[in-house]
């Protein structure tokens, strides 16, 4: 018999993801009049003005064709669905 006796019918371990990156910190100055049109915008699309700065400067990226391919998504915007009974996702509930 070869490998742990203890590990007989256990489903195994899902690939382990590399660490998440901690997302860098920039002091950014703008003009006033350029950070109230991007906190204007950023809030007519539910969005924070940093996470409106951040979109801005991926799509110009993405334009340029500058982009890096190893940067990550962007997060995901709101707040963290909560878990379901036992620590499940909620389930959506649908018309039908």
Known sequence: MTGDPGSRGKEPDPPKRPPRQRRKQVLLR????????????AASELRSANA??????????????????????????????RPGPGGAPPETETEG
Request: net charge positive; hydrophobic share 50%; no cysteine.
């Open 30 to 41: 703008l003009d006033p009049a350029v950070h109230d049109a991007i906190a204007a915008w």
């Open 52 to 81: 409106q700065i951040e979109f801005l400067l991926r799509r110009a990226l993405a334009e340029a064709g500058r982009l890096p391919r190893t940067a990550g998504p962007l997060p995901k915007r709101g707040r963290p669905a």
